[in-house]
């Protein structure tokens, strides 16, 4: 039986190109539904709706009318309930297929030197022990964020940044949103990230910056007030303990563009003493000394001659 005999008596339709893009499309958001889900208490919750689903299913084929009752009443109810539930990850999933270098909201911070900025302020508050939590907008827009805070509107520099996060500022806690070149707000408030994962093991600051990456495209620093070490955030997943050069590298790579590598530090090498023994050279003769000789030896055979 060939497989066109075979889908012709089970019934089931033609498998032409519509029905395998629309195959892969169903994948596609069923695979990044579980990819948002996946580590939050969302899944618990689809967990939940599947054994409802299944005791739905008991109550229908053992003939349970009061149960199966109950749960259709409840059913119609459900989409609603879960909108309310899942608001923010919905709302991560549709900025996650819109995210494309074709929408655009603004200045991009592509340029070395900027970077460079950035991660010699890092290095600086690192050194202090300062509280820092520095957000870099890439395509999504932060408006709603930038809103929420002190309006700056200033050039990227690294005294800025400095003065902004000084201890005891009104501007020092809260983070610094970062528009291309230029400082657009500062004391921002961010939505906190909920994976069970990291809430008992990671602070607000930190916290913070993987809650904003988890909704947008952004790339999140931070700089721990208690250890002084700097961290990276980016797309819900955070990397601990980094260099202030891994930083600037990862700035570049993430706004696509080649990463510059710092000059390398000269390293102080150790005087090394070497002795040497050679062996003693008499000093040269003089040339009195030598035509001497020479004439010694041009007379020795004539003397042994005489003898003979």
Same mark, same amino acid.
Do not use: G
């Given at each position: 039986m060939g497989l066109d005999k075979l889908v012709e008596y089970l019934g089931l339709p033609q498998l032409d190109w519509k029905a395998v893009v629309d195959i892969l499309a169903v994948a596609f958001l069923i695979y990044q539904f579980f990819l948002i889900i996946r580590g939050r208490r969302a899944a618990h919750v689809i967990a939940g709706i599947v054994v409802l689903l299944g005791i739905y299913a008991v109550a229908v084929a053992a003939g349970l009318p009061l149960l199966r009752t109950l749960l259709e009443s409840v059913a119609p109810y459900t989409v609603f #309930?879960? !909108?309310?539930?899942?608001q923010s990850d919905i709302r991560r999933l549709l900025a996650r297929i819109g995210r494309r270098s074709w929408i655009s909201s603004g200045d991009r911070l592509d340029r070395p030197e900027l970077a460079q900025e950035i991660s010699l302020a890092l290095a600086q508050l690192s050194r202090r022990r300062y509280g820092a939590l520095i957000v870099l907008e890439n395509e999504v827009g932060l408006r709603t964020f930038i809103e929420s805070g002190v309006p700056i509107d200033g050039l990227l520099t690294r005294?800025?940044?400095?003065t902004i996060f000084q201890p005891g500022t009104a501007l020092h806690d809260g #983070?610094? !949103?970062?528009q291309g070149s230029r400082i657009a707000a500062a004391a921002c408030f961010l939505p906190l990230s909920m994976n069970p994962r990291i809430m008992s093991t990671l602070g607000t600051r930190h916290r913070a910056a993987i809650g904003i990456t988890e909704e947008t495209d952004c790339l999140a620093l931070v700089v721990s007030e208690e250890t002084g070490r700097i961290s990276i955030a980016a797309h819900g997943e955070i990397q601990l303990d980094v260099t202030p050069e891994e930083v600037q590298q990862r700035i570049l790579q993430h706004f696509g563009k080649p990463a510059r590598r710092w000059p390398a530090q000269p390293r102080a090498v150790p005087p090394v003493s070497v002795s040497l023994s050679l062996p003693e050279v008499p000093p040269p003769e003089s040339p009195?000394?030598?035509?001497?000789s020479v004439q010694s030896l041009s007379r020795t055979p004539e003397r042994q001659s005489d003898n003979q």
């Open positions: #309930a879960l !909108i309310v539930m899942f005294d800025l940044l400095l #983070a610094v !949103i970062i009195n000394e030598s035509l001497q």
